[in-house]
């Protein structure tokens, strides 16, 4: 199994910053795509942005230019920096990563899907 847990939400004034971390743990092999979600009340839960292994990006359009993704493959984690935060902003945000786990002998074994249980982000004056 692959655990993941997100850090970092909190409440920041309108034109602030937040970085948000996630980290994956377990039997894993390779971490292909990292990614951040969030979900607002009362909405699905949507796609922020996303990296893949060789370090390509995709965003979400009402965050490029605000929002940047990294990842660090040897801790297994993944990061959003997020500046000029707005109100609308505020959402629970969910790290997100799809890989493969390793077997007893240290191989790839089977493909695997998790979810953090999220962060909070509260963008207020």
């Known amino acids: 199994q692959v655990q993941v847990v997100e850090s970092g939400g909190g409440l920041v004034q309108p034109g602030g910053s937040l970085r948000l971390s996630c980290v994956a743990s377990g039997n894993i092999f390779a971490i292909d795509t990292m990614g951040w979600y969030r979900q607002a009340p009362g909405t699905q839960r949507r796609l922020v942005a996303n990296i893949g292994t060789t370090g390509d990006t995709n965003y979400e359009d009402s965050v490029k230019d605000r929002f940047t993704i990294s990842r660090d493959n040897v801790k297994n984690a993944v990061y959003l920096q997020m500046d000029n935060l707005k109100p609308e902003d505020t959402a629970v945000y969910h790290c997100?990563?799809?890989?493969?786990?390793?077997?007893?002998?240290?191989?790839?074994?089977?493909?695997?899907?998790?979810w953090g249980r999220g962060t909070r982000v509260t963008v207020s004056s």
């Open positions: 997100h990563m799809q890989g493969v786990t390793t077997t007893t002998w240290h191989t790839p074994g089977q493909s695997f899907e998790s």
